[in-house]
């Protein structure tokens, strides 16, 4: 699917869900924005090799923006078992990330509201996340689309969006 708008302000784009061999692409874009370490420098648990790997096995959505055909932003979505049946998954949103040169100017909220409604189309019950208590552009971000905070762990908000909502 891809959404196409533009004025003065906020620029012309594109949103792509990333096919499952085309990880190349978005590769670079992802190492340079610094929330993914990459695991042959020093990083363990989210390296790219991880993501890349989840992707082929379709336990990950990686969804981009383009502006002027320049990627600018990307998310990913987990898929992870269900905290309330065994038999059904949810998803995690692990990262969102739009480039620092083109922030508030909607796009980053744009790709939240694509993912979510990509995953209320699923047979998932909500998208749960972490972020930082610091990071306010990100906590805004998510109260403005309706995720509730439900507690804190150590520095971290953990916040739930219940796609029932949206269906
Ligand atoms: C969080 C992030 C994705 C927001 O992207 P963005 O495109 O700049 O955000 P938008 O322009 O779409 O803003 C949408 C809403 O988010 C909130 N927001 C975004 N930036 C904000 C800021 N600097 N201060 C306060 N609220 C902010 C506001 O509620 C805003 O709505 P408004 O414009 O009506 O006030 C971006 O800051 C980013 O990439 N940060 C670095 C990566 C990161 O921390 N990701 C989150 C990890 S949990």
Redesign the pocket.
Known sequence: MIVMESNDFYPSYKIEDLGIGSFSLVENFIRNSG?IFDGFVGGKGDSLDLLRDKLLRNKAKIFIIYVENEIVSYSVLFSKRSTISKTSYDWHLA????DASI????????MLRFLINFASKTKANEIS?Y??DD????I??YR?LGFQEHKFIANYVWFKLNLNLFR
């Open positions: 929330l990262y969102v990330y739009v922030r508030r100017r909607k796009l980053g909220e744009k996340l972020a930082s990071n306010l552009p990100a805004q971000l403005k």
